[in-house]
């Protein structure tokens, strides 16, 4: 049945000062616990440790993220989304913790290039100079919610709703538009 | 006649001539001009026609403060209104047009104004308007329209074709303003560490120093200028921008910049401007200063100028005002224009100086040069109409009936003094000091506009801060100052040693000659913009307008696009002095951010065209829109209003959905539905709390229909609630409600009852929702085999999890259109592939995709409510008949007790009815029902409104709901609603229950 899943905006992209890719199908779970809760179950599952305030921890294809005190984000290949789900959902049994997979709720780009900066200072009130490599920032780029990962240098991720994955996707294209280099970061 | 000279100019590029225009004239001037520049250098100093008499207008000024060179730019799509000539930097093929005459700039007929300016004196608006009252459209109006007014707006159909865009910025330090103090301000906060960000609102650093002849550290400004730029951009901490005005300073350190990224080169494909939205520790304002006009008869004339501005042309520009020039002043500063033009050639006819005896350095190197000065003495009046021909000398303390000398010239220099920038420092609540010896408002350092650790957040520095003498030592303090406020605390390099030429004290005038006669008063301009005259706040102060807020509304005084940043001091010195107070008595008017006018377009950044807001598509919008769908806004979704098939109107598409899903089977993508996941040991507790029912009673596997309400009781939102197990629920929302719901959720769970374990989540888009309604639902469900959606596996009102044609399904057995009902949750990602797979597998049922019109017209033949038509913020459950939705056991949940209270227990309470008119048209929407007598103001009195109206293809006739006073206990009346154009509608008071009143047919 693969055939039958599509993600956002298949194969949306870009080029302009910054390289755009929609992401493709990811999986996605919402964690929501007291911390000291959930480690053991995810360290078990996972192999991950629990990332710091507004930090990512990753291993292979799995990465934690930090969301709130009370919230993580594990970001995983698509289909293993429900079997780890369930296998969390088992092992926080009886403890007051919410799992959920939320892989489906959301459109996921790519950017990546020496101005990607740039480009997203343009829409989301972040200081990308204290941003470093496994930060994340729940923040907002115009006007919808978004979640911005720094993954490495130069190269970002941005996670928002699916259903403004056209608005998000015609948002980056705009403020990548070729000529436009606020020249802000070095 | 103004003209360029053959040499000089530290800002042009003689070997790269631009051409340009001027209303069709073709002009040339250089690379680096200004459009002030280039004008003037060819010769043009008649630019425009003032506000309301239509008077002849030039340059002024030479930077932000122009009142008067504001022209239309561009042309068609591109065309611009009100750009400063000063302001605007010259480029190849560059076309202005003059504004505000008719029909020509040199022959202006509404200059009649001139002649009758009594008629327009101030508050003439108010005076005028009084009678008669026929006059007021048909008279007034247009007249006023016509003559009255600047640049015409852009036409209706154009379209803006360039990209604008903002951006987000942070420093520990702003410094706004790139001249010499601002340089330093900026090096010193730099090189303690600071993250610093410096903005110049012109395309040159350094300001009015090289101008003035500021020698720094034994040598030219310029040197100095140049050797710290080059420290600045060799800091990795420091961003330097040009052609960036700092526009507003705002709480928190949030400082609006205005960058002009591309006007001086259009065609490039960068943005046209850009909107800095800065955050910043601390602001600097190095915004300098700016010279003030002098109140004499004629002061508008085109050749008149600030005496400050002509020396920026002469020096940067190589541009002359004229052949012979007099100079006006009641300071020295005034007597550097004198040396400089003396310098360059130009005939100074004399300076005429207010003060008895000017001894100062810079007076006495005039009167060495041969400069002739006439002490004690001010202009009676100017001469000349289109440009100055001459002026007319007379003593300052005189009634200036007669002249003492007469001078032939054709431009005249005047100044002032000069009055310290403080917009920026006064924007958040920064005090100002009224400064007895300069005779300005200067910031207060001991008022600052403070921030939230209870410390200043603005500091000024420079001649923005009232130094008119030295600045860099106090700008390098002040940068250090800064960065210490931030924590940034290395050591900065010594300040340069400004050394600017020493300066006497001047005298102030605010009336030339002080004892001016009406005649004169009645034509010294103090806003050139807006036409507002000495004659005219004299008379505002006569009338009672004391207040200087009152004064400046009622004249108009300072609230041109300029904002007064000539006229403020010089206008609240004269209302003082009708007054017979000391100007800090009188105090300012409020400073109010932009500095200077700023594009809409930046304001509105990316959000224009297809991004002016997000529009929020389900995962089957491109089926939808492949399929004829008429589109309806729902919150930032759009959903189908009907399936359009080629060649059918609106009408018939919906009366045919509506049709089709009571006779076979439709569906509907509903998967914009609000789904809240609430979960956690006090789940059911919470949801108790949520909704007026009862929902801890409910069996994990069922749902239940429920009420939200607020705390007043009024309904806020319904749906159906799904209990997933013991410890999750699953809370289904309005369409334009589940982010507020979630809110709301979060708000209770956070503020109120932070120890109750509960955890939401909102998983709306993790879902796409198919609605299958009809009595063909179940034929066309189980074709896709996997489940068992037998009546007794799956009664009405339970769910199922399961593989649903190999989908991942959630499926419900619920209906909001009263029919056998589905609806089916799979994966978001998998929604487009399950509405086509129905799509296709009902083919033969005659599956029908149907819109939300028909949603709507299936509830109301129904009686069901939908929030937003029978709902309006002011409605309670009660009044809708859902009483049967209230829990009566439980002690509390939201909107209990605000459902107590009188108001809500009235039992006049408009009523949820259905209404038939008696033909079997359709009701108008929101029609009220009338009941006899009026009220006080006249207005017939009501009994009721129709809240929703619909024709009904099931029933062949009109349907309606509506709201009416004791409705239920009124069954079979027959009310009067009031239609369009005094026509009634008679409609009976019915049941609101249309089909199936048993429910049998969702049963099955």
Avoid at chain 1, 127 to 146: E, H, K, M, N, Y
Avoid at chain 2, 109 to 130: E, S
Avoid at chain 2, 244 to 273: K, Q, W
Avoid at chain 2, 705 to 719: P, R, V
Wanted: charged letters at 20%.
């Amino acid at each position: 049945m693969s055939d039958t899943w599509a993600s956002a905006l298949p194969q949306a992209q870009f080029d302009g000062l910054i390289r755009i890719r929609e992401a493709g199908l990811c999986g996605m779970i919402t964690l929501r616990g007291d911390p000291a809760a959930l480690a053991g179950p995810l360290r078990a599952q996972t192999g991950l440790d629990m990332p710091a305030q507004r930090r990512i921890v990753s291993a292979g294809a799995l990465q934690l993220a930090w969301m709130s005190p009370d919230e993580l984000l594990l970001c995983l290949p698509h289909a293993e989304a429900p079997t780890m789900v369930a296998a969390l959902q088992t092992a926080l049994a009886g403890q007051f913790a919410t799992v959920a997979n939320v892989s489906d709720a959301r459109a996921v780009f790519d950017l990546s290039g020496p101005r990607v900066r740039d480009v997203l200072a343009k829409l989301c009130p972040v200081d990308f100079a204290t941003l470093q490599p496994g930060d994340i920032r729940r923040s907002r780029a115009a006007q919808v919610a978004a979640a911005i990962l720094s993954l490495e240098d130069d190269q970002f991720r941005i996670i928002c709703f699916r259903s403004v994955a056209g608005y998000m996707f015609d948002l980056l294209a705009g403020a990548a538009a070729p000529g436009s280099d606020p020249a802000l970061y070095p | 006649m103004s003209h360029r000279l053959a040499s000089g100019g530290r800002l042009i590029d003689r070997r790269q001539p631009v051409n340009f225009s001027f209303n069709g004239r073709q002009m040339s001037g250089f690379a680096g001009d200004t459009l002030a520049a280039g004008l003037l250098g060819a010769g043009q100093t008649l630019l425009g026609r003032s506000f309301k008499y239509h008077r002849p207008r030039g340059v002024v000024a030479s930077g932000a403060e122009e009142p008067n060179a504001l022209l239309g730019l561009g042309q068609g799509d591109r065309f611009e209104p009100n750009q400063r000539a000063t302001t605007t930097e010259l480029f190849e093929g560059l076309a202005a047009t003059s504004q505000n005459h008719w029909p020509r700039l040199e022959f202006d007929l509404l200059a009649l104004n001139n002649l009758v300016p009594q008629f327009l004196t101030a508050g003439f608006y108010y005076k005028t308007f009084l009678w008669p009252r026929a006059f007021w459209k048909h008279v007034y109006e247009p007249v006023i329209r016509r003559s009255a007014g600047l640049g015409e707006a852009p036409g209706p159909r154009t379209r803006d074709p360039d990209r604008y865009e903002q951006i987000y910025a942070f420093a520990d330090v702003m410094v706004i303003g790139g001249g010499i103090a601002g340089l330093q301000a900026a090096l010193a906060a730099a090189e303690s560490g600071a993250r610093v960000a410096l903005w110049e609102q012109s395309a040159h650093w350094g300001g009015r120093a090289p101008v003035d002849g500021i020698e720094i550290d034994g040598t030219p400004a310029e040197d100095w200028i140049t050797a710290t730029l080059a420290r600045l951009a060799a800091m990795e901490n420091v961003q330097l921008r040009l052609r960036t005005m700092g526009a507003g300073v705002h709480d928190h350190g949030y400082v609006l910049g205005y960058e002009r990224v591309s006007d001086h080169a259009p065609g490039d494909d960068a943005p046209r401007h850009r909107l800095w939205r800065m955050r910043a520790g601390r602001i600097i304002t190095a915004t300098g200063a700016i010279e003030r006009p002098l109140s004499f008869a004629g002061n508008d004339v085109p050749g008149v100028m600030l005496a400050s501005a002509m020396r920026d042309y002469l020096v940067n520009y190589a541009v002359a005002p004229g052949q012979e020039v007099v100079i006006v002043t009641n300071n020295d500063d005034a007597y550097r224009t004198a040396l400089a033009l003396r310098r360059a050639g130009i005939g100074v006819a004399a300076v005429v100086d207010a003060r008895a005896d000017p001894a100062g350095p810079l007076p006495q190197a005039a009167r060495a040069a041969g400069i002739r000065i006439l002490a004690g003495s001010g202009i009676r009046k100017v001469k000349g109409g289109r440009h100055v021909k001459g002026v007319e000398v007379c003593a300052i303390d005189s009634r200036g009936v007669a002249h003492t000398a007469q001078l032939d010239c054709d431009a005249v220099g005047m100044s002032g003094g000069w009055s310290p920038v403080v917009h920026l420092w006064s924007h958040c609540g920064g005090k100002l000091i009224w400064d007895e010896g300069g005779h300005f408002f200067r910031p207060d350092p001991a008022r600052p506009p403070l921030g939230q650790d209870g410390a200043g957040f603005v500091l000024a520095c420079g001649s923005a801060n009232g130094d008119l003498g030295p600045v860099l030592g106090d700008a390098q303090a002040t940068g250090c100052r800064a960065a210490q406020a931030m924590g940034a605390d290395g050591a900065a390099s010594d300040a340069g040693r400004d050394t600017p030429a020493e300066m006497a004290e001047m005298e102030p005038v605010w009336i030339m000659p002080r004892a001016a006669e009406y005649d004169l008063r009645a034509k010294m301009w103090l806003d050139f913009q807006n036409d507002v005259k000495v004659s005219d706040i004299q008379l505002a102060a006569r009338e009672g307008f004391h207040s200087v807020e009152h004064a400046k509304r009622y004249t108009t005084l300072g609230m041109a696009t300029d904002q007064g940043k000539l006229s403020n001091i010089n206008g609240l010195a004269i209302l003082s002095d009708a007054l017979g107070q000391p100007i800090p008595a009188t105090g300012t008017t409020t400073f109010r951010p932009p500095y200077t006018p700023i594009s809409l377009a930046a304001i509105a950044g990316e959000a224009r065209g297809p991004l002016f807001q997000p529009l929020r598509r389900t995962p089957m919008q491109d089926w939808h829109d492949a399929h004829g769908a008429d589109w309806e806004p729902v919150g930032q979704w759009r959903r189908p209003f009907a399936y359009l098939r080629k060649g059918e109107g609106r009408t018939a598409a919906v009366n045919r959905e509506v049709r089709n899903v009571r006779t076979g089977v439709g569906m509907l993508d509903a998967s914009t539905l609000g789904k809240i996941l609430v979960s956690g040991p006090d789940a059911a507790r919470f949801m108790d709390m949520l909704y007026t029912g009862m929902m801890s009673s409910l069996k994990p596997g069922r749902c239940r229909y429920g009420l939200m309400c607020n705390e007043n009781g009024f309904l806020m939102d319904d749906g159906v609630v799904a209990r997933l197990d013991e410890g999750r629920f699953l809370v289904h929302t309005t369409s334009g409600g589940a982010d507020h719901i979630h809110g709301w959720m979060e708000d209770w769970l956070q503020c109120e009852w932070w120890d109750w374990q509960v955890h939401t989540v909102n998983m709306t888009e993790q879902f796409a929702q198919v609605a299958v309604a009809g009595p063909k639902a179940r034929h066309l469900l189980e074709r896709l085999g996997g489940m068992d959606l037998s009546r007794e596996a799956m009664p009405f009102m339970s769910f199922a999890e399961g593989a649903l044609g190999g989908f991942d399904a959630r499926v419900f057995r619920i209906s909001f259109s009263g029919e056998l009902g589905f609806e089916i949750a799979v994966p978001a990602s998998q929604g487009r592939a399950l509405w086509a797979r129905l799509m296709a597998e009902g083919a033969d049922l005659d599956v029908m995709p149907y819109g939300t019109e028909a949603l709507h017209i299936l509830r109301a033949e129904k009686g069901f409510i939908m929030i937003g038509d029978e709902t309006d913020g002011t409605v309670i459950p009660q009044d809708l008949g859902l009483n049967w939705a209230i829990s009566k056991k439980k002690t509390d949940f939201l909107g209990k007790r605000g459902m107590e209270r009188v108001a809500m227990q009235d039992p006049d309470r408009w009523t949820l009815v259905g209404l038939e008119t008696l033909h079997g048209t359709v009701l108008p929407h929101g029609a009220l029902a009338l009941a006899p007598g009026h009220n006080a103001n006249g207005q017939r009195q009501t009994q009721g409104r129709v809240t929703s109206s619909y024709y009904s293809a099931n029933l062949g006739c009109g349907i309606a709901m509506g709201l009416v006073a004791n409705g239920p206990d009124r069954m079979g009346e027959v009310l009067d609603f009031a239609g369009p154009k005094d026509r009634i509608i008679q409609a009976r008071i019915v049941d609101p229950v249309r089909i199936d009143k048993d429910g049998e047919r969702q049963n099955v």
